[in-house]
Nanobody, 113 residues
Framework: QVQLVESGGGLVQPGGSLRLSCAAS????????MGWYRQAPGKERELVAT???????NYADSVKGRFTISRDSAKNTVLLQMNSLKPEDTGVYYC???????WGQGTQVTVSS
C-alpha cells in the first residue's frame, strides 16, 4: 500500500525558511514524478513544484528562485526547501504522486510575524 507522509511544517516569520519532507512507502520515488502542492484557506489546491523521474524540476512562478524540490533516494523522501517565505506562502502543503490519486495528509505552513 502506498503511503506519503509529510513533515516539517510550522510557524515561521516572513523571510524565514522551512524544509518539508515527504516520506514514501510502497513506491520507489526515483522511478516516478513527484510533486508538492499547497492549498490556502478559501482557495483551490495549486502546484508548487514537481520533480520527474529523470530529475527535471518545474516550479510555480510564485516560488521560482525561493523554493527547491529535490529527493533523497536513499531515504525514499521528497524534499521541499523553502526560503524567503512570504505570508502568501501560508497553506497546507501536500505531497503527491503525479498522475495518480495518491496524496499525503498535508502539513501546515504558516508565515506570519
Amino acid at each position: 500500500q502506498v503511503q506519503l507522509v509529510e513533515s516539517g511544517g510550522g510557524l515561521v516569520q516572513p523571510g524565514g525558511s522551512l524544509r518539508l519532507s515527504c516520506a514514501a512507502s510502497g513506491i520507489v520515488i526515483s522511478r516516478h514524478s513527484m510533486g508538492w502542492y499547497r492549498q490556502a484557506p478559501g482557495k483551490e489546491r495549486e502546484l508548487v513544484a514537481t520533480i520527474t523521474r529523470s530529475g527535471g524540476t518545474n516550479y510555480a512562478d510564485s516560488v521560482k528562485g525561493r523554493f527547491t524540490i529535490s529527493r533523497d533516494s536513499a531515504k525514499n523522501t521528497v524534499l521541499l526547501q523553502m526560503n524567503s517565505l512570504k505570508p502568501e506562502d501560508t497553506g497546507v502543503y501536500y505531497c503527491h504522486w503525479v498522475g495518480t490519486t495518491r496524496w499525503g495528509q498535508g502539513t501546515q505552513v504558516t508565515v506570519s510575524s
